[in-house]
């Protein structure tokens, strides 16, 4: 290891790299940096080496191809910022290669390919994270250790929802936006994934799940600007509402949706027999935002109000996102044990197909029946 750190290759140099990841870098100078990056457009790889560098960062070396960027004795580690259906292929080749891995989600499109890579990354010796970053997140880690010390009760229900048009309707996205709206995307892989991994971080694993779902709009007009004209012909659910049983009484409800012009409902809320928990979707993606917290009081002038309660301390970054390489650092420096494993990834993707299933099939799905 350098003085700069570990090393890291980013694998993916388009809009989460320039607008997320690479400023994210910026508060781990000194235990970790960019020290190769590759695109195959090698444009897009020269701009983020360029904006790192206008950040105060060192310059990385623009590999001319993956084999270069895995073969460099330099990299250490990848962050994996490749669109979706290249995630598994690039994961593997990367863990082959003896380098460990940060894969933005999903970590594969099939169970079993996932079982694959946490196979050999176990076999190798190597890291295997997993986004999205939720549960690394201050917020979350403070709000894990309420709950479980009893905040709320016993937590019985969590609903949640992240609805919006989708990224053709973003009019500051910078990618190409047809492949959230492709069957290997979709609305759950791509936003339902953030609540579905808040729900099962915070109470635990689902066992069954139904779901409802279809394509409502079917054409999408691109409003990007420089995209203009460029029409989306939508082929996965852009609404899908899920159910899932959590055992023992507790249940979770989602909505996952690029259908939803707009909407005021919170990002998520958990209720217990002794209190609510609510999230705003304004805040979702601070690390450090409060919460909206009401705890029942039974007595008979017992008050009873919202309140806010806010994690202790303060980050170093200023996006949840971000939360993801920074964790990833620390489990390489052997400074905290993995949160976002790709266990954890894996039984989130085992609920999204479970929910593709029942959709086709019409009933409840046991999450330990999906195999494919
Ligand atoms: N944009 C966001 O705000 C955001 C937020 C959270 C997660 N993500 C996730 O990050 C990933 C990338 O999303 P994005 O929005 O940056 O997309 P993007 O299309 O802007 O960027 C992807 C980049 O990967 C490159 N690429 C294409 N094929 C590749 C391959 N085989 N190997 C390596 N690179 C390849 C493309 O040329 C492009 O520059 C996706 O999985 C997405 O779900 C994005």
């Given at each position: 290891m350098s003085e700069r750190g570990i090393g890291l290759g980013i694998i993916g140099c388009g809009d989460v790299a320039l607008r997320t990841y690479g400023p994210g870098l910026a508060p781990l100078a000194g235990r970790a940096a960019a020290v190769a990056v590759y695109d195959p457009d090698p444009t897009r790889a020269e701009r983020l080496a360029a904006e790192l560098e206008a950040l105060g960062l060192p310059r990385p070396a623009v590999a001319p191809t993956l084999d270069a960027l895995l073969a460099d004795s330099d990299v250490a580690a990848v962050l994996n910022l490749s669109p979706a259906p290249f995630h598994h292929e690039t994961n593997v080749a990367s863990l082959q290669a003896g380098k460990h891995v940060f894969s933005e989600k999903p970590l594969a499109g099939t169970l079993a390919d996932a079982q694959a890579a946490i196979d050999l990354a176990h076999e190798r010796g190597l890291a295997l994270l997993c986004a999205p970053a939720v549960m690394a997140t201050n917020r979350f880690r403070w709000l894990k250790?309420?709950?479980?010390?009893?905040?709320?009760?016993?937590?019985?229900?969590?609903?949640?929802?992240?609805?919006?048009?989708?990224?053709?309707?973003?009019?500051?996205?910078?990618?190409?936006?047809?492949?959230?709206?492709?069957?290997?995307?979709?609305?759950?892989?791509?936003?339902?994934?953030?609540?579905?991994?808040?729900?099962?971080?915070l109470l635990g694993p689902a066992r069954r799940v139904e779901a409802f779902g279809g394509v409502s709009i079917p054409?999408?007009?691109?409003?990007?600007?420089?995209?203009?004209?460029?029409?989306?012909?939508?082929?996965?659910?852009?609404?899908?509402?899920?159910?899932?049983?959590?055992?023992?009484?507790?249940?979770?409800?989602?909505?996952?949706?690029?259908?939803?012009?707009?909407?005021?409902?919170?990002?998520?809320?958990?209720?217990?027999?002794?209190?609510?928990?609510?999230?705003?979707?304004?805040?979702?993606?601070?690390?450090?935002?409060?919460?909206?917290?009401?705890?029942?009081?039974?007595?008979?002038?017992?008050?009873?109000?919202?309140?806010?309660?806010?994690?202790?301390?303060?980050?170093?970054?200023?996006?949840?996102?971000?939360?993801?390489?920074?964790?990833?650092?620390?489990?390489?420096?052997?400074?905290?044990?993995?949160?976002?494993?790709?266990?954890?990834?894996?039984?989130?993707?085992?609920?999204?197909?479970?929910?593709?299933?029942?959709?086709?099939?019409?009933?409840?799905?046991?999450?330990?029946?999906?195999?494919?």
């Open positions: 250790a309420q709950i479980d010390a009893g905040w709320l009760g016993r937590p019985t229900l969590a609903t949640g929802q992240m609805a919006s048009m989708g990224p053709a309707a973003w009019r500051e996205y910078k990618g190409d936006p047809a492949v959230f709206y492709g069957p290997s995307v979709g609305p759950a892989l791509d936003l339902g994934v953030y609540i579905l991994h808040a729900i099962t971080g054409r999408r007009n691109v409003l990007i600007p420089d995209r203009e004209g460029q029409v989306i012909d939508v082929t996965a659910p852009d609404h899908l509402l899920i159910h899932l049983d959590l055992g023992d009484n507790r249940f979770a409800q989602v909505l996952s949706s690029f259908a939803t012009p707009r909407s005021k409902a919170p990002a998520l809320e958990i209720h217990g027999d002794a209190g609510t928990i609510s999230i705003s979707l304004e805040s979702w993606y601070e690390p450090d935002a409060p919460v909206d917290l009401w705890q029942r009081d039974e007595r008979p002038d017992g008050m009873e109000r919202w309140t806010q309660a806010a994690p202790p301390g303060s980050s170093r970054i200023s996006h949840q996102i971000q939360a993801g390489p920074e964790h990833f650092v620390a489990v390489l420096e052997g400074a905290e044990p993995p949160i976002l494993t790709a266990e954890h990834a894996t039984h989130v993707l085992s609920i999204i197909l479970a929910a593709a299933r029942s959709m086709e099939e019409g009933c409840a799905v046991d999450v330990s029946r999906v195999v494919e």
